[in-house]
Structure formats: structure tokens, C-alpha cells
């Protein structure tokens, strides 16, 4: 049996998985002050009338983090970088840098080494900061210089985090590693209160099955290698949705996904029924990284957030302070709105209504300051799928079939999952004049699609043959070239075997491998090809370990 865990911003959900069905599902509030409660809750909901012991797999999908993004709520990171001449990166980043003298060339070959005077100075900056991030251009083909600062740091920062660029990732893109670094410091400590509450709540209920956790690429990977890399959870609930969505509802027709939850709103584009990714890393806040990810976009709406007038203007989110008025909150939100209208039946109608007033005056009824703010918040919603769209729209094209076989991407379909979608998705649906569909099962959507996702991960294997060398980021590795002659299809092959047994260590059963991308230049001297310098990204493909055929028990909505 495979149980499926989602922690969002409102909600805790689980489900169990067995045999193509969903024989339980749960849903419990998420108490911010203690994850284990509401972890708990949901499992212990979820294990009604099985054994603990028959669990196989445990597998996350958390949107936690994401919503710290969102709303602002991020720990304060030093950022060091080691750009080596000719690079001015310093207002392309989050926060200011404190740059380092150090240089690591295009080969990994140390040129310049960096200066400890400037690390104590840089600290002293910093010594405020929760943690730190250390970022040096050509990194991910020699480490030396981040592990170097790293150390020097370290006796200064004590137990701070302090994360390295050529450990998030063994891609090219200096300006992308070093955001990549950023977030992953500036989400450490969420994640790690995160991962704490969920062993503590699975040893609690004596589950001892190899726990999960979903990546942006809707793969996932062991919780444990996920603490040392945290921004690759940065969107694993928006990606759970998407699986989620492909075993609930798979569209045959170009399609936008949204998972409207109590925080946020998650949109992913879908064609000839898969999900689009992204063409390059995913851009949190919009700062471009290099984490590889579905095509996914969360706008801060949701059944939660607050509603007030600011500058005589109506504000929805991206904040919230609390559940509905209707439940028991202070200040009025979305949900309010969906209650007043009569598009959902639960909570206190007349506290619903309050919260209508509180917004609409004398001036207006119930229902239409209600109508208002669904209207409004569905703008906003439509906004963030044409931005989207448009995004996808503009990317460069590189190879003459995408060029002959370019089209516009318009929407047939809008698909509706996560607890808010019954208010909101058909207003959306409304304004782009498309039609809607709202799955069953679409309220623990997230849940779903984390128990079904297959365990993913990756490498990224460079060779030089003129200075007979290779490295693979990932894995910390530098050593000779095995032979002479040293060809692409032995990069890949060394890249698969790296691959299976960093997969093997993660205790990942590797059932099909996919090459990302590869590269390979001609180094020439003299009118003398002297070596080659190719690079091949491999990773265990992401899929679903099972498909959802049907649904036992009662209340699906």
C-alpha cells in the first residue's frame, strides 16, 4: 500500500493507495505551530481499520515552502560569490553579494585563489544572516574554491547552513546555480521543521517505509538526500497536483490545470496529454534557477487569502491570516465569498455574510460584494495563465522541428482540483470562454499524486579529453579519463553508471533512464584537434508507479 501525504497551507491531506484504488482518504486543518499534529491527524485518519505495517512507501508533497515564497516569509541569507573577472552579477541577484577575488576557468582549472581577509570581512557584513549561500562561476566543474570559502566560513557562521552552488547542480549558468543557492539556504530551516514533523509523526504510528518526497519535475526523491537540497522541494505541491491530475483526469485537449488551494493557486499547461516543462530552470520570485521543473506558475490566491480594500482599490492576497470568517477566523477571505454566493455549503452563513458586509458597505448585498470578489480573484487567476501561456510562447526556439511544428497554444479546457476549486474554477473557465471540468477525488489531488510519483534524480558528467579528466557534480567526483579514446557515447554510458549507483545509494529502483541534454566541442591547437570537451545530463525517469482506476468509501468531492 502507498501512502500519500500533503501538507499545505490550510490543509493536511492523505490518502492510501492500493491495488489502482484509493481506499482512504483524510483531510485535517494544518496547525503552522506543530506539523506533527495535523501529520498526524491525517494518518492516523488514513490508517483507520488497516496496519501500519502493510505501508510500502511514504511520499510527500508539501506546499509549505512554496507559500513562504509567496508570502515573503523566507530566513535572511548571506550571499558570497566568486564571479572572476569580467562578470558584473551583483543587481541580477535577491539580495546584494559580497563578492570574492578567486577564479576557477571554463576548464575547472584553479587561476586565481581567493583571499581569507575578504571572507572575515564579508562575515562580519553578514553575521546577521540566518544563513548563507557560496556561489563561484565554473564551480560545477571544479568545486575547490566554494568548498575553500565554505570552510573558512564555517569557523565564523558555527552550525549556520551554508549552501554551494556546485552541490545544487551540475549545469552551466553561473546567474542560475547562484539563485539556486540562495533559495536553497533561504528555505533550510523551513524544510528541515518540515521533514522533523513528518519521521517524528511516521515513527509515532510505526511506519518504517522508505519515505519520499516530491521534486518540481513531478519525480521525487528520498526525504533524506531532500534536506541537503531543499529548493528542489520548492514546488513539489504544485507538482503533486499535476500528477495528481494525470491519474484523475488526463485532458486529450490542450488544456491549464489549476490546484486552488487555501494559500495559493498552482497553474500548469497541458498538451496532447502530458504537462509542459519548463525550457530552462524555474524562476522563483522571478529570479531564474536552475531547478528543473514542469511548467508551473502559483499566484498567491486562494480559498484563505484575505480580501481588503487598500488606496480605495480591492486587494485579494497574496496573504492570510487565518481560515474564513465563516470558520472561525477574524478577517474576510475568498472563502467568505464562495459561502455568501451559495457556491458551497460549509461553515457559518451569517459569519460569511459579516465578513461580505465588512467589505461591501451599505452600498451593496451579500451576493454581489461576493460576486465581486470571485470576479476579481478569477482575474487575477486568468492574468497569471495568460502570463503563462505567454511565457511558454516566447521562448527561443532551437532545432527546425519546433520551428515547423510551432503553434499557438490555446486552451480548451480548464481542470479544477484542491479544496477552492468548486468557487473559483468556473468563474475562471467563464472569463476565458472555455469549458471546466472539477475531477472526482480533485479535493486531496495533491495527496494522489504524491502517492503515485516514481523516485527520480540526476547526473551530470563532463569530460575533458585533452587534460584526460571527467567530474560528475553530483556526486563530488574528479578523476581520470579511463581510455585514450573517449567518445559521447562513453560519457553516457559512465553518466548511467554513476546515475545507478547514486540511485542505488538513495535506495531508488531505477526502472528507465532519459538523457536531458548533452553538448561536445572540438578543442583545437595549432590547426590540431587536441581533445573534446562533452557534457551529458542523465536522470531516472519521472512517471507514475500506478494509475488511479476508481475510488472506495464515501464523500469524494
Known amino acids: 500500500m ?36 495535523c501529520i498526524t491527524q491525517a494518518v492516523d485518519q488514513s490508517l483507520i481499520g488497516l496496519k501500519s505495517s502493510e505501508i510500502t512507501r511514504v511520499a510527500l508533497s508539501t506546499t509549505i515552502v512554496t507559500n513562504a515564497i509567496v508570502e515573503g516569509q523566507l530566513a535572511k541569507v548571506g550571499l558570497l560569490v566568486i564571479p572572476g573577472p569580467g562578470m558584473k552579477i551583483e543587481n541580477l541577484l535577491p539580495v546584494p553579494p559580497a563578492i570574492l577575488s578567486g577564479y576557477t576557468d571554463h576548464r575547472g582549472r584553479k587561476v586565481a585563489g581567493i583571499a581569507e581577509h575578504e571572507i572575515r570581512a564579508a562575515f562580519d557584513c553578514l553575521k546577521d544572516c540566518d544563513a548563507f549561500a557560496i556561489s563561484g562561476k565554473f564551480a560545477n566543474r571544479n568545486p575547490g574554491q566554494e568548498l575553500e570559502a565554505a570552510a573558512s566560513l564555517r569557523q565564523q557562521a558555527g552550525h549556520r547552513h551554508i549552501s554551494l552552488g556546485s552541490q545544487i547542480t551540475g549545469s552551466l549558468n553561473f546567474w542560475r546555480r547562484t539563485n539556486s543557492a540562495y533559495y536553497n539556504a533561504a528555505v533550510w530551516s523551513c524544510f528541515q521543521e518540515f521533514a522533523n514533523a513528518v519521521e517524528a509523526a511516521l515513527r509515532q504510528r510505526c511506519i518504517h517505509a522508505p519515505v519520499y518526497i516530491l521534486k518540481a519535475d513531478g519525480g521525487t526523491m528520498p526525504l533524506s538526500v531532500a534536506r541537503t537540497i531543499p529548493v528542489e522541494a520548492i514546488f513539489t505541491g504544485p507538482a ?3 500528477f495528481g491530475v494525470m491519474t484523475l483526469a488526463c485532458p486529450a485537449v490542450p488544456s491549464v490545470s489549476l490546484d486552488i488551494g487555501g494559500t495559493t493557486t498552482d497553474i500548469a499547461l497541458w498538451q496532447q496529454g502530458l504537462p509542459l516543462f519548463a525550457g530552462q530552470g524555474i524562476a522563483i520570485a522571478g529570479y531564474p534557477t536552475s531547478i528543473r521543473s514542469l511548467r508551473l506558475r502559483s499566484v498567491g490566491i486562494g480559498g484563505d487569502s484575505l480580501v481588503r480594500w487598500e488606496n480605495n482599490h480591492l486587494k485579494i492576497g497574496p496573504q492570510r491570516l487565518g481560515p474564513a470568517m465563516a470558520l472561525g477566523g477574524e478577517y474576510p ?16 452563513r451569517k459569519r460569511a455574510e459579516q465578513a461580505m458586509a465588512q467589505i461591501g458597505g451599505a452600498s451593496l448585498s451579500f451576493a454581489e460584494t461576493a460576486n465581486f470578489i470571485i470576479d476579481q480573484a478569477a482575474t487575477q487567476i486568468v492574468q497569471a495563465i495568460n502570463a503563462l501561456i505567454s511565457e511558454w510562447t516566447a521562448e527561443p526556439v ?20 484542491g479544496g477552492a476549486a468548486r468557487g473559483l474554477v468556473p468563474a475562471v473557465a467563464q ?20 502517492a503515485v510519483a ?43 553508471q554513476y546515475l545507478l549507483e547514486r540511485a542505488a545509494q538513495a535506495g531508488i529502483a531505477v526502472e528507465a533512464t532519459e538523457l536531458l541534454q548533452q553538448e561536445e566541442f572540438h578543442l583545437v591547437r595549432g590547426f590540431r584537434t587536441i581533445g573534446k570537451i562533452m557534457t551529458c545530463q542523465l536522470q531516472v525517469k519521472p512517471g507514475v508507479l500506478t494509475t488511479i482506476s476508481g475510488f472506495s468509501g464515501e464523500g469524494w468531492q
Open 2 to 37: 502507498l501512502l500519500g501525504i500533503d501538507v499545505g497551507g490550510t490543509f493536511t491531506d492523505a490518502v492510501v493507495v492500493d491495488d489502482n484504488q484509493v481506499i482512504r482518504h483524510a483531510k485535517t486543518p494544518t496547525t503552522h505551530g506543530s506539523l506533527l499534529a
Open 240 to 242: 503533486a497536483s499535476v
Open 333 to 348: 477571505t475568498v472563502s467568505d465569498a464562495f459561502i455568501a454566493a451559495g457556491l458551497v455549503n460549509f461553515g457559518d
Open 398 to 417: 532551437y532545432c527546425v522541428a519546433d520551428l515547423v511544428n510551432t503553434s499557438a497554444f490555446k486552451p480548451e479546457l480548464v481542470i479544477g482540483v
Open 431 to 450: 472569463k476565458m470562454g472555455i469549458a471546466c471540468r472539477l475531477p472526482a477525488g480533485g479535493a486531496v489531488v495533491n495527496a494522489i499524486g504524491a
Open 454 to 496: 516514481r523516485p527520480t534524480m540526476e547526473v551530470t558528467v563532463r569530460a575533458d579529453t585533452a587534460i584526460g579528466e571527467y567530474t560528475v557534480a553530483e556526486c563530488g567526483v574528479k578523476a581520470a579519463v579511463p581510455r585514450l579514446r573517449f567518445e559521447m557515447p562513453d560519457v553516457q554510458q559512465l553518466g548511467k
